[in-house]
């Protein structure tokens, strides 16, 4: 007995000698997930990390800028690395250095090694979503294939709404060091499930020598270097800052010649015939929009509420809960729906709902709305979410030829978190200015004597009218906020209206012109 009881246990933990789909799909999905949500965990737990660290202001930015450019160093060259070394190893050692160094995060004390560390967190965390898609459909028979976008879409909805919810409990209730610990459990469980999931292969040196390594670490650092110029810009004040303008620049300069490379050099590290596809091209770009209109829900709202309603992650957390409920509840219904309807109409109803949303937002909010006013827009932007993803992703996917995956899986990721940290930077510069506006033309109506000012100066301090003036500028800048996202919504109604008939496909019914 005790002899096979170790055979059976030494046998638990061989590696993987044949695919197992079930497995290599619960690894991928975990992964997924788990970059979502570490990412907003460790956003809206920034505030009270900084306390835990004793980071001042600017400390904390270049912590959360450098865990998440690092992000941008490794996703573009997932897929080439997986076609080397096997998607098993791809996956596993990110995942046992990640568990690592979220581990020992919480007990460091000097800020450089604190900077390091968030910046191997940040590589390791960037391994997982460029093979989500491409193992989960290659592991799944085509039936099965929309369940697994709509679980995909899912995460989404899970790392933004959830993680407000932990990030206050962690934070608030247990212990703030489950910020990072949370990585520390699910981390090894990834790299066991991809163990058991996929055999590793030999190295491919004929690719590994013949790469356009160059190419792709200077495409790479291009998108670090902007992500990080954007990110840092709203903390440094942007072209008055020496490191916002060379990043900026040199990022720019980088990537116009890593574009002229891949133009040009038949050898590149990726491949722009992809684009080429009228769908493809079309459907990528309103991904990259999506990052603007997914902001109600990921910064508009959660940062109104701690501005003007002064309310914790903790606080707001119910409202996020009822929003991923929402999603969750919906994405059957999706499904169903994206079997039996075009993909566009999908994704029409999901931009038309959003847009329609943020605009009743930008003309009814006020300094009085709190989670409770938000609910019902915060459950249509979600129901909006759902429709859009599922009709974006199905028509990513069936529109592009199977001899492109590689470059797909390299483009796709790019709207994932390139796109996001650009509007999150262009979106927090766009409510400054105009909370800068807004102030001084309520300021204005203060010096010229305006006699409705002057009647409520009256029953208060001047510090109690700077305090309104401020409040209510802020409040206006929100409500700019949302008036740009009905915009970008236009445009992206406007770019889905040019999409063209899919190709015959097994994912969703074919239909005419």
Avoid at 51 to 61: N, P, R, Y
Avoid at 84 to 98: E, Q, T
Avoid at 409 to 425: D, E, K, N, T
């Amino acid at each position: 007995m005790p002899g096979n009881r170790s055979l059976s246990v030494g046998r638990f933990f061989l590696p993987a000698r044949l695919p197992n789909p079930a497995l290599t799909v619960t690894a991928v999905f975990l992964g997924a997930f788990l970059t979502t949500f570490q990412g907003r965990l460790f956003s809206m737990s920034l505030a009270d990390l900084r306390g835990q660290f004793g980071l001042d202001v600017i400390e904390s930015a270049w912590l959360s800028t450098t865990a998440n450019a690092a992000q941008l160093l490794t996703m573009p060259v997932t897929v080439w690395l997986s076609l080397i070394f096997g998607p098993a190893l791809v996956i596993i050692v990110p995942s046992l250095c990640l568990a690592l160094a979220t581990l020992v995060i919480p007990f460091v004390q000097g800020y450089e090694l604190l900077l390091v560390l968030h910046l191997v967190m940040g590589l390791c965390l960037g391994v997982y979503l460029p093979l989500t898609i491409s193992l989960a459909l290659r592991s799944l028979k085509p039936q099965f294939w929309l369940l697994a976008m709509a679980v995909y879409s899912l995460r989404v909805s899970f790392g933004t709404d959830i993680g407000v919810k932990i990030s206050g409990i962690y934070v608030d209730v247990i212990d703030w060091r489950w910020v990072y610990w949370t990585a520390s459990i699910v981390g090894p469980l990834i790299a066991f499930t991809a163990w058991k999931a996929l055999p590793i292969p030999p190295v491919d040196r004929g690719k590994l020598r013949e790469t356009d390594w160059g190419g792709m670490a200077m495409f790479c650092l291009s998108l670090a270097m902007l992500f990080a110029g954007c990110s840092l810009g709203e903390t440094l004040g942007w072209f008055s800052s020496g490191i916002v303008t060379a990043c900026l620049g040199a990022g720019a300069i980088l990537l116009a010649i890593s574009v002229a490379n891949i133009l040009l050099n038949r050898e590149a590290f990726v491949d722009v015939t992809p684009l080429a596809n009228h769908n493809v091209r079309t459907a990528l770009l309103i991904a990259c929009l999506y990052a603007v209109l997914m902001a109600p829900t990921s910064l508009l709202v959660p940062n109104f509420l701690a501005a003007i309603g002064k309310l914790k992650p903790l606080q707001t957390g119910t409202a996020s809960l009822m929003v991923f409920a929402t999603y969750l509840v919906l994405t059957p219904t999706a499904v169903w729906l994206a079997r039996r309807v075009d993909a566009r109409l999908l994704l029409i109803a999901g931009l038309t709902i959003i847009t329609f949303t943020s605009a009743c937002c930008g003309v009814h909010i006020s300094n009085e709305w709190r989670t409770d006013q938000y609910l019902p827009a915060l459950i249509l932007f979600a129901a909006g979410e759902c429709l859009t993803l599922m009709g974006l992703i199905p028509i990513i996917v069936v529109n592009m030829n199977p001899l492109h995956a590689v470059a797909i899986g390299f483009y796709a990721p790019l709207a994932r978190l390139f796109a996001p940290g650009i509007a999150s930077g262009l979106m927090s510069a766009a409510l400054r200015i105009s909370a800068d506006t807004h102030g001084a033309m309520l300021k204005a109506g203060v010096e010229t004597g305006d006699p409705a000012v002057l009647q409520r100066a009256a029953l208060g301090s001047i510090s109690n009218i700077a305090l309104i003036i401020n409040r209510e500028a802020t409040v206006l800048s929100y409500i700019d906020g949302f008036y740009l996202v009905f915009w970008v919504g236009i445009l992206a109604l406007l770019l889905s209206a040019t999409l063209k008939t899919a190709p015959v496909n097994p994912l969703t019914p074919p239909r005419s012109n």
